[in-house]
């Protein structure tokens, strides 16, 4: 199937300011692209990209004062699946793992193991490791908190969500993530884009946040916010948590004035397959 995806973020400055910008597609899917990125500012301004630690694609740019939109849009070839559930997958050894997934071990900034780790130990140390017990810490996350977009809050930790059981898919990631690292099972903090395909159609459209864990010598996604297998994931960024790849990083002040984004499957209709290495990957205008 082909998916459309996309965003509309418009900001009130009162200044010139610097932002870091965390919204194309991660390069992964750079194959997959029948009709490559359009973006744009208006005003429009110059912007540059580069990769940060993670591998993630960031834009460089400085808003104007005043209103200031950013507008993108792509079309991607997806296989039309859901997520696959690797019931068999192992939990790997810490000694066997590979040196670049330790990080994924270690608390970060909304993810406190030293507080969570009696509470993990206690309440999966029992269930036989692997797959099984990484969905039962989805499925105790899914029914601990209680989903409430008004509710959300920017500095909610992982320790702070399971006290307070409320939060948006931000803490479910968070929550469910560090209960992995307390059982010394990597895991890392994912968004991007997830459609409602195959479900019901929800309203408001939002970016996505969920989880990749490191079983059997790979990475596999799990989402305790919706627990189930879905269609057409599309990763923007990776990190340990929300801190290291918010959407937009501003270096001053800023109003979120209005915000849209899509994710919906459009008709096989003919695109120009651009190949990702041809897109301009040091500047865009």
Request: hydrophobic share 40%; aromatic share 12%; proline share 9%.
């Amino acid at each position: 199937m082909l998916i459309r995806y996309g965003y509309e973020i418009t900001l009130t400055c009162p200044q010139p300011t610097a932002l870091v910008c965390l919204l194309s597609i991660h390069d992964e899917r750079g194959p997959d692209i029948r009709s490559p990125e359009t973006f744009f500012t208006t005003p429009p301004v110059p912007s540059t990209v580069y990769r940060d630690l993670f591998g993630n694609r960031c834009r460089r740019l400085v808003a104007t004062p005043g209103d200031f939109m950013m507008w993108g849009d792509a079309t991607l070839e997806d296989s039309g699946l859901p997520t696959p559930a690797m019931t068999a997958a192992r939990e790997v050894p810490v000694p066997e793992l590979p040196d670049d997934c330790l990080i994924y071990l270690l608390g970060s900034r909304y993810c406190e193991t030293d507080r969570l780790s009696q509470i993990a130990w206690d309440r999966f140390g029992a269930i036989p490791p692997g797959w099984g017990r990484v969905q039962a810490i989805c499925d105790f996350v899914h029914t601990h908190i209680r989903f409430d977009y008004t509710q959300a809050r920017s500095t909610r930790s992982a320790f702070e969500a399971y006290q307070e059981g409320v939060g948006v898919c931000r803490d479910f990631a968070h929550l469910a993530l560090t209960f992995c690292r307390c059982l010394n099972i990597p895991a890392r903090y994912v968004n991007g884009h997830l459609g409602d395909i195959g479900v019901p159609v929800v309203d408001p459209m939002d970016f996505s946040a969920w989880i990749e864990v490191y079983l059997d010598g790979r990475w596999h996604a799990f989402d305790p916010r919706n627990n189930v297998p879905r269609i057409g994931r599309i990763v923007v960024a990776r990190g340990r948590d929300a801190a290291d790849i918010p959407l937009i990083n501003s270096f001053g002040p800023h109003v979120l004035k209005s915000f849209r984004v899509w994710t919906y499957e459009v008709p096989d209709v003919a695109v120009v397959p651009t190949p990702w290495a041809a897109l301009p990957d040091e500047r865009y205008s």
